[in-house]
């Protein structure tokens, strides 16, 4: 069951939900942006909750029936919040639903990006493949890791993937951290399923139940 009120939502895609981002003032995280998010100030660890796999029980919905030991109660999405937040207070960054990013993919683009606030290509109007973090209610190991850069092009639509937005402000001098502040006290926002959508993307392109990859 997907798209439940208390659901992130699924089945939109870049698009869309930029579209709906912009309609509320907002914008989508860039992944730099997300990626700091997701990390919760464990700045060197592989995961949001440090380097151990599996994953700590209560961690995440991840694609339990590959991990040994571990169960998460839920097939698909599960409601918003369900789990333990990371080091910043945030909500499900890593599994339940994968997410869209602002920014355009480029595998080689940190190589050369600012060391400060980097973001490849924003523009809505280039057809260009578009970076999908997180991993989602199937996530693996790799998949689930801060630092895993999926991608998809920007009109795919499928049922692991949401979005969640990010609210810009200017920072006071002196904090010349992230430019991004985002929703509910400065915490990123996942998209509930009255808001808008879906995707797909990660490098393994997965559809429908768990257990069933396309792996083309």
Not at 16 to 25: K, N
Not at 196 to 204: F, I, K, P
């Amino acid at each position: 069951s997907f798209n439940y009120p208390s659901q992130p939502v699924v089945g939109v895609s870049w698009d869309d939900a930029m579209a709906y981002a912009q309609w509320a003032g907002k914008t989508l995280p860039t992944e730099a942006q997300w990626e700091n998010a997701a990390r919760g100030a464990l700045m060197d660890k592989r995961y949001s909750w440090g380097d151990a796999w599996p994953p700590p029980l209560s961690a995440g919905n991840f694609f339990d029936q590959y991990i040994e030991g571990y169960s998460d109660g839920y097939g698909y999405t599960a409601p918003v919040g369900s789990f333990q937040p990371n080091g910043y207070g945030v909500h499900d960054l890593e599994g339940n639903v994968a997410e869209w990013c602002l920014d355009a993919y480029a595998e080689t683009f940190y190589r050369t990006s600012p060391q400060r606030n980097p973001v490849n290509n924003p523009q809505m109007n280039v057809r260009v493949l578009r970076v999908v973090r997180g991993g989602g209610w199937s996530g693996t190991a790799i998949q689930l890791r801060c630092a895993y850069r999926g991608r998809d092009i920007p009109s795919s639509k499928y049922n692991l993937l949401g979005f969640r937005c990010a609210l810009p402000v200017t920072l006071p001098q002196g904090e010349q951290g992230r430019k991004g502040k985002t929703e509910q006290g400065g915490k990123l926002n996942e998209a509930k399923s009255q808001k808008s959508g879906e995707t797909r993307g990660q490098e393994d392109k997965e559809k429908g139940r768990k257990g069933e990859r396309d792996k083309g």
